[in-house]
């Protein structure tokens, strides 16, 4: 379980864990109980950026917050994003989404995609308190988690995202979402993340019985498409219920 989660930690961030994990398929599976809580990690270095630009004007702390989230990650979800704006909405049917989204080149949807999501983190990191900010990176990972339950990978050829798809079962979706459960109300505004998890969650279900209907499920992209929506959909929650 801990190789595998140093293997997920490997994948969904640059971290640099040494060289000695090898990838096992049957340690990746065991460890996508432990999903949610990987997403701590990158949500504790989020902590400690707001906290060394904590004195900072607001907007500052957002750029920052936005390049090093950016950093952490790789890119690989906001990709995966662009790849699914591109193929889902170019108007093609079948394989021919498919190939749209496998393709290098970044097309007019991806584009349009990519500045509304890096635009909606910089405002809203310019304005979410620490405990948002730290709970992110979570509620990308459960509701990407909660997205898959139930669905089948749509490409016939397997890959990672196969691994990924097709393994989120009855035990994992409960995993990752107790362990979301217990972030949520060791927060100070409890009832308000509690709520905006909530909501982040049921939405990315909404998004992926869409998907599955367009495409027959999920894919390693349309994950990363539902992790940056839930996170948006988190921040901007718990922004509103403040008021």
């Not at 999501?117 to 310019?126: D, E, N, R, W």
Request: hydrophobic share 50%; net charge positive; glycine share 10%.
């Amino acid at each position: 379980m801990a190789s595998g989660f140093l293997i997920l930690i490997s994948f969904f961030t640059r971290i640099p864990i040494g060289k000695k994990i090898e990838y096992k398929e049957e340690n990746f599976i065991k460890a996508l109980k432990l999903y949610t809580l990987a997403g701590a990690v990158t949500g504790l270095l989020l902590t400690l950026t707001y906290l060394l630009f904590n004195y900072q004007k607001s907007f500052l702390r957002g750029l920052v917050l936005t390049l090093s989230y950016a950093t952490i990650t790789g890119g690989i979800h906001l990709d995966g994003a662009a790849d699914t704006a591109d193929g889902l909405l170019s108007g093609r049917q079948g394989d021919k989404i498919f190939d749209i989204m496998s393709d290098s080149h970044l097309g007019a949807f991806g584009v349009i995609s990519l500045i509304l999501i890096i635009l909606s983190q910089f405002v809203l990191f310019s304005f979410s308190s620490i405990e948002t900010v730290f709970m992110m990176p979570l509620v990308g990972k459960a509701s990407t988690i909660a997205a898959c339950w139930n669905k089948k990978y749509a490409k016939g050829t397997r890959g990672l995202g196969t691994v990924f798809v097709e393994n989120i079962d009855n035990r994992v979706l409960l995993a990752n979402l107790v362990t979301l459960f217990v972030f949520s109300i060791l927060s100070w505004y409890r009832t308000i993340i509690f709520t905006a998890c909530f909501a982040a969650i049921a939405v990315s279900y909404f998004i992926s019985t869409l998907i599955d209907e367009k495409i027959g499920g999920m894919t390693g992209d349309t994950c990363g498409a539902i992790t940056e929506i839930s996170q948006i959909i988190f921040m901007i929650t718990v922004l509103f219920l403040k008021g």
